[in-house]
């Protein structure tokens, strides 16, 4: 089955998230667990929790369609000491969540290297990866890949693949490839998708690919930037999203809408899922 739908609120109580989903007709969809640019939130309240739990059953949401996206303080291959701390303690209490609502994957970027080698960096972000795999046995990361603009690590899959090499509990860390970074990056998303993806899974395999952010592009192939616009909209086309919820790797993984306009949600939801 397809799991679609868009990276929604947890504004009011977590909770809410699974009602906004619902209402969009989505078959799945992101969240953050706490505010996505503070070092420090509240902790989820018991209330909040089971309520979400609740959620998740009686509307028919599956862990396997739920995609929580890191917060965008972390940095994984940060060379500053203060900064790791920091980066490592934010992401431990991310997965401390995902196990208190009992989820299972976390979406976080491979980080930025900012000096020294590309190499130290990789070290750096798989090394953190295993800490945080190592205390939380029952998470799986999606690493995301990037448009890889300045010291920004995972741009290309060869990248990936050498962080991936870095990490012991690789078993349990897969990615998730967003179409606009793709794009960004130079992988021609519109004109042959199949190829992109096949070649992704050449390397990978089909198992690897834990999720999926599809994202048209307000910005050309390999302008190493990063601008979501919505499906249709942008440089990418309707028709290579079309493309890519026909393949059967992307059956029963969460595919996220990171679009900028809300409104177009629940269209774009319907669209993709043949409705
Ligand atoms: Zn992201
Ligand atoms: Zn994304």
Request: charge should be negative; glycine fraction near 8%; proline fraction near 4%.
């Amino acid at each position: 089955m397809l799991y679609i739908g868009p990276h929604v609120s947890i504004s009011g109580s977590i909770s809410f998230a699974l009602d906004r989903a619902r209402e969009l007709g989505a078959t799945g969809f992101a969240i953050f667990t706490k505010n996505q640019r503070q070092w420090k939130s509240p902790a989820l309240k018991d209330e909040d929790i089971a309520s979400f739990k609740a959620k998740m059953k009686s509307y028919s949401y599956s862990k396997a369609a739920i995609l929580p996206h890191a917060g965008y303080l972390i940095n994984l291959a940060t060379p500053d000491e203060e900064l790791r701390e920091k980066s490592l303690n934010l992401f431990l209490e991310e997965a401390r969540r995902i196990d208190e609502l009992e989820l299972e994957l976390i979406n976080i970027h491979p980080g930025a290297y900012k000096e020294g080698s590309v190499e130290d960096g990789i070290k750096r972000s798989a090394a953190m990866l295993d800490e945080v795999l190592e205390r939380h046995p029952n998470i799986k990361v999606a690493l995301e890949n990037t448009a890889g603009a300045g010291t920004i690590l995972g741009s290309s899959f060869e990248e990936l693949e050498k962080i991936l090499s870095n990490i012991h509990a690789s078993d349990r860390v897969g990615f998730t490839l967003d179409t606009a970074h793709l794009f960004g990056a130079g992988y021609d998303v519109k004109a042959d998708p199949d190829k992109v993806l096949d070649s992704f899974f050449s390397i990978f395999g089909a198992d690897k690919l834990y999720g999926m952010h599809l994202n048209d592009s307000k910005v050309p192939l390999s302008s190493n930037k990063d601008r979501h616009d919505n499906i249709g909209l942008g440089l990418i086309g309707k028709d290579a999203f079309m493309q890519i919820v026909k393949r059967k790797e992307v059956q029963n993984i969460p595919l996220i809408l990171e679009t900028p306009n809300e409104e177009l949600w629940k269209a774009e939801i319907a669209t993709l899922l043949g409705n």
